[in-house]
């Protein structure tokens, strides 16, 4: 299975032979999906340019694609119901958005349509599965009036991604919901809370952590406070409440880890969470940034960053970055090392172990450090990434997506096999940051997910599996094939 995508939480793809290309901008367009999939926030329309809507469509979530068994599953919502959204824009009343409407788009009906979806106040929520070969529609699922309608482009909540384990498809709604869906015809075993009459009201949802996890024959998921579900019957065993801002990490066969925020004491806590029970077996202090990727676990070792605001430059330099490693124990953690990271960072930076290694990059600077000592082993100067850029590694590679606000959509691809790290030069001319070579700009609509959370796009035996504005997109990246 690969989620976010990760193997071992190390943000990497399946380990395997697959060469990719040497040139990024030579990736070969291998499908666009049949499902037409809403734009994420990064391009999507707000309230201060609803008419934007019109030329978007709606925002429908940033949910990350997830691979597996040769299928491409994604989550977003689809909006519904009445209007009664941003009223202040139209005026309040059908007639007026009428007015409105055909004042923005005279000539097309299907524009006047779109911008309809924008203001109504409800969602359905939906799990698309795609053959992830064709990009054919095998099945869609759609939750209806389970969300609401969440238009913005700045959102900053959650971004629901779906967790496929034994047939089933885990995946969270926008509103504290949980669905289990059969993953090869769709259909829906059971939902928690455990019927549509007890839907929360319909306001902004916010939650730490983008996907479930399936640990020890529980599924935990953070729905405001990590809920342990029966995954066969969908009926809680436990809740354990607090703020939980990070992935949630499975640890041997009966913990989950998760970063817990003291908003009080300013403080941040490494909770190892027995799934048995829900009770916490150990909370321990740490100088990590919680975020809802970060930190990643590879066997016994954990790896994160922390920031310090020493000589920040809003906007240019959050300031001070330490990546630190720890070393997992039943009790608690021991810190194995901490080396100051990549300098400047803006709002993130972005981590993969990988191969022995952790990737870390700043904004434009990329680090690979010995896992075991931290020791840099090599750097790579004038590539990285700001606001919410991210990396995965795949095929002996490095991928980094630079840009994940303003709905752009580039990549940096460098060679990380386990004696070289170097730039892969791309022929594309795409206002690149590294002085000798251009980033690949895929040739499709773009979008991203703006804020905290990226838009992760998964590689799978060479092929990247891309979110775009109208559509799911993968790309051949393999050498030599046609």
């Known amino acids: 299975m690969v989620g976010l995508p990760r193997r071992g939480h190390?943000?990497?793809?399946?380990?395997?032979?697959?060469?990719?290309?040497?040139?990024?901008?030579?990736?070969?367009?291998?499908?666009?999906?049949?499902t037409h999939v809403l734009t994420s926030f990064g391009s999507g329309p707000d309230s201060r340019y609803a008419a934007r809507a019109g030329w978007t469509g709606p925002n429908g979530g940033s949910s990350s694609p997830v691979v597996a068994d040769g299928k491409v599953y994604l989550f977003f919502t689809r909006p519904t119901g009445p209007i009664g959204l941003h009223p202040h824009v139209y005026g309040g009343s059908e007639e007026k958005f009428v007015a409105y409407a055909a004042k923005e788009f005279p000539k097309s009906e299907e524009q006047r349509e779109m911008l309809r979806d924008f203001f109504r106040l409800n969602a359905d929520e939906?799990?698309?599965?795609?053959?992830?070969?064709?990009?054919?529609?095998?099945?869609?699922?759609?939750?209806?009036?389970?969300?609401?309608?969440?238009?913005?482009?700045?959102?900053?909540?959650?971004?629901?991604?779906?967790?496929?384990?034994?047939?089933?498809?885990?995946?969270?709604?926008?509103?504290?919901?949980?669905?289990?869906?059969?993953a090869a015809t769709g259909k829906l075993k059971w939902e928690y809370p455990d019927s549509p009459e007890t839907l929360p009201a319909k306001t902004t949802f916010r939650c730490g952590s983008p996907a479930p996890v399936l640990v020890g024959g529980v599924l935990?998921?953070?729905?405001?406070?990590?809920?342990?579900?029966?995954?066969?019957?969908?009926?809680?065993?436990?809740?354990?409440?607090?703020?939980?801002?990070?992935?949630?990490?499975?640890?041997?066969?009966?913990?989950?880890?998760?970063?817990?925020l003291d908003h009080a004491a300013k403080k941040t806590h490494l909770v190892g969470v027995d799934v048995a029970t829900g009770k916490p077996a150990f909370a321990t202090e740490t100088a990590m940034k919680a975020g809802y990727v970060y930190p990643l676990i590879d066997g016994d070792t954990l790896v994160g960053f922390g920031i310090t605001p020493k000589k920040a430059k809003p906007g240019e330099d959050d300031g001070e970055v330490t990546v630190h490693a720890y070393r997992v124990k039943a009790d608690g953690v021991e810190k194995l090392w901490a080396v100051p990271g990549p300098s400047p960072m803006v709002d993130t930076a972005a981590l993969v172990v990988a191969n022995g290694s952790v990737f870390v990059t700043g904004f434009r600077e990329t680090f690979r450090l010995d896992l075991k000592t931290g020791k840099t082993l090599a750097t790579v100067k004038n590539v990285g990434g700001a606001r919410t850029h991210?990396?995965?590694?795949?095929?002996?590679?490095?991928?980094?997506?630079?840009?994940?606000?303003?709905?752009?959509?580039?990549?940096?691809?460098?060679?990380?096999?386990?004696?070289?790290?170097?730039?892969?030069?791309?022929?594309?001319?795409?206002?690149?940051?590294?002085?000798?070579?251009?980033?690949?700009?895929?040739?499709?609509?773009?979008?991203?997910?703006?804020?905290?959370?990226?838009?992760?796009?998964?590689?799978?035996?060479?092929?990247?599996?891309?979110?775009?504005?109208?559509?799911?997109y993968c790309y051949d990246l393999r050498e030599g094939t046609r």
């Open 126 to 182: 939906v799990v698309a599965c795609l053959d992830g070969a064709t990009g054919r529609t095998l099945w869609e699922a759609v939750l209806p009036n389970r969300g609401h309608n969440l238009q913005t482009h700045k959102h900053r909540g959650f971004y629901p991604v779906p967790l496929v384990a034994t047939g089933v498809v885990y995946c969270p709604g926008t509103t504290g919901r949980v669905y289990a869906l059969d």
């Open 10 to 34: 190390g943000l990497r793809g399946p380990t395997d032979d697959t060469k990719l290309l040497a040139d990024m901008a030579k990736a070969r367009p291998a499908w666009k999906s049949e």
């Open 220 to 260: 935990v998921a953070n729905m405001g406070g990590l809920v342990g579900i029966d995954p066969t019957t969908g009926k809680q065993k436990w809740k354990l409440d607090g703020a939980f801002s990070s992935s949630l990490m499975p640890w041997g066969s009966s913990r989950v880890l998760a970063l817990r």
């Open 390 to 472: 991210v990396a995965i590694a795949a095929g002996g590679c490095l991928l980094i997506q630079p840009e994940g606000r303003h709905g752009k959509q580039s990549f940096f691809l460098l060679d990380a096999g386990t004696d070289t790290f170097a730039l892969r030069p791309a022929s594309g001319k795409t206002g690149s940051t590294h002085p000798d070579a251009g980033q690949w700009s895929p040739p499709h609509p773009h979008t991203t997910a703006y804020a905290v959370q990226p838009l992760v796009s998964p590689v799978v035996d060479g092929r990247i599996f891309i979110r775009g504005r109208d559509a799911l």
